[in-house]
T-cell receptor
Framework: DAGITQSPRHKVTETGTPVTLRCHQT?????MYWYRQDPGHGLRLIHY???????DKGEVSDGYSVSRSKTEDFLLTLESATSSQTSVYFC???????????FGPGTRLLVL | AQKITQTQPGMFVQEKEAVTLDCTYD???????LFWYKQPSSGEMIFLIY??????QNATEGRYSLNFQKARKSANLVISASQLGDSAMYFC??????????????FGQGTELSVKP
């Protein structure tokens, strides 16, 4: 158990509304990541963080923003949700010398 | 560009038999890490095994072993003595260097393994 939680675990929202997903870790790991998983695409990186207030874009960052004001929390915001953002969202942390990424349980988001 | 290829969308194996899931990769970086993850129907991503590009020996973790053939750029997962609980989607992934989007993982498309009783 890598001590990663995500909230909410499930969410249904309407197009155009803002949505914030939270990732929380219980240890002080520096690197945190947000991925989305879609059929036919596997997991793709949205944004990542390498420290408090240090974030950068991944390969599918359009329409998303992130914030990290504390080491333990990494927030992903959909500024104006669209149906194409219906997906499963995973948070991950990088651990140890091997930089193994451990994943949270995921958040299923449905945008109607 | 880095790429992971899993050519087996689905596989069947008899309980207690061994099974090999294929993974090939492409990278120009000399230093990289290779991972396998299991995703059961419940949806969580479970880390199984890691192989570093400079590791001389194949990684093993219990019933899981990684058949690492560097010259062929392959990193196949071998599951010995399959169990019904092994039925899941399996993903091969490669870690990009830290300067490349923070060492993101690049995933293959996955192989769905079904274990028959």
């Amino acid at each position: 158990d890598a001590g990663i939680t995500q909230s909410p675990r499930h969410k249904v929202t309407e197009t155009g509304t803002p949505v914030t997903l939270r990732c929380h870790q219980t240890e002080n790991h520096r690197y945190m990541y947000w991925y989305r998983q879609d059929p036919g695409h596997g997991l793709r990186l949205i944004h990542y963080s390498y420290g408090v207030k240090d974030t950068d874009k991944g390969e599918v960052s359009d329409g998303y923003s992130v914030s990290r004001s504390k080491t333990e929390d990494f927030l992903l915001t959909l500024e104006s949700a669209t149906s194409s953002q219906t997906s499963v969202y995973f948070c991950a942390i990088s651990v140890g010398l091997q930089e193994t990424q451990y994943f949270g349980p995921g958040t299923r988001l449905l945008v109607l | 560009a880095q790429k992971i290829t899993q050519t087996q969308p689905g596989m069947f194996v008899q309980e207690k038999e061994a099974v090999t899931l294929d993974c090939t990769y492409d990278t120009s970086d000399p230093s990289y890490g290779l991972f396998w993850y299991k995703q059961p129907s419940s949806g969580e991503m479970i880390f199984l095994i890691y192989q570093g590009s400079y590791d001389q020996q194949n990684a093993t973790e219990g019933r899981y072993s990684l058949n690492f053939q560097k010259a062929r750029k392959s990193a196949n997962l071998v599951i010995s003595a399959s169990q019904l609980g092994d039925s899941a989607m399996y993903f091969c992934a490669m870690r990009a260097p830290l300067y490349n989007q923070g060492g993101k993982l690049i995933f293959g498309q996955g192989t769905e393994l079904s274990v028959k009783p």
